[in-house]
């Protein structure tokens, strides 16, 4: 059983559309971190989201830390076909990362 | 780059074989991580090392050994490889909390 639960597993949209990623626990954790993964690399860190409520954006990219530090969201505006790719959430259990089975995002021109 | 290599990046072994993957960095970090990466799995923790010698078990441990005799060098261990144990491995460094976690490129196992 996966201690965060990711949604949607899988996405195809059209170049221009807006997405939402969803990553939910009933687990509390001290940070939340967001990956992206390109075919035959390792997973690469877009952001970490450490304080209940926090929003933060990279570009296009928002990111939510939930209230109660039990979940999180990555919100896409206007997707360009670059952003295809494995979208991972993370949370921190101190010591390790747990991860969620991750979202496969594929943005068609 | 942050300097953490993988070694083999392919490997095709036998059942029953042991297979030994290697994990070095170049960044003296304390923390270093084994995943396995899935479909429908994302990346599930193997084992981990808190620093020389020290080591934990992760969610999925079972048929996997791991050493850390220097700081920079992790060691995954399949013990006698079996067909469930095909898949990608990933190794980790933790860095600060802005930085989060870097994975090397993966080792990509095939037990036939």
């Known amino acids: 059983t996966q201690l965060l639960e990711q949604s949607p597993q899988f996405l195809s949209i059209q170049e221009g559309e807006n997405l939402t990623v969803y990553c939910n626990s009933s687990?509390?954790?001290?940070?939340l971190q967001w990956y992206r993964q390109e075919p035959g690399e390792g997973p690469v860190l877009l952001v970490t989201?450490?304080?209940?409520?926090e929003v933060k954006k990279l570009k296009r990219l928002t990111f939510q830390f939930g209230d109660a530090r039990k979940d999180s969201s990555l919100h896409i505006t206007a997707a360009q076909p670059g952003d295809t790719g494995l979208y991972l959430c993370?949370?921190?259990?101190?010591?390790?990362?747990?991860f969620g089975e991750g979202t496969q995002l594929t943005v068609n021109p | 780059d942050a300097g953490i290599t993988q070694s083999p990046r392919h490997k095709v072994t036998e059942t029953g074989t042991p297979v030994t993957l290697r994990c070095h960095q170049t960044?003296?970090?304390?923390?270093m991580y084994w995943y396995r990466q899935d479909p429908g799995h994302g990346l599930r923790l193997i084992h981990y090392?808190?620093?020389?010698?020290?080591?934990d078990k992760g969610e999925v441990s079972d048929g996997y050994s791991v050493s850390r005799s220097k700081t920079e060098d992790f060691l995954l261990t399949l013990e006698s490889a079996t067909s469930s144990q095909t898949s990608v491995y990933f190794c980790?460094?933790?860095?600060?909390?802005?930085?989060?976690?870097?994975f090397g490129s993966g080792t990509r196992l095939t037990v036939v």
């Open positions: 993370a949370g921190d259990l101190g010591s390790r990362l747990t």
């Open positions: 687990s509390v954790f001290s940070s």
């Open positions: 989201v450490v304080t209940g409520g």
């Open positions: 960044e003296n970090h304390r923390y």
């Open positions: 090392s808190y620093g020389v010698k020290d080591t």
């Open positions: 980790a460094i933790k860095g600060r909390l802005a930085v989060g976690y870097t």
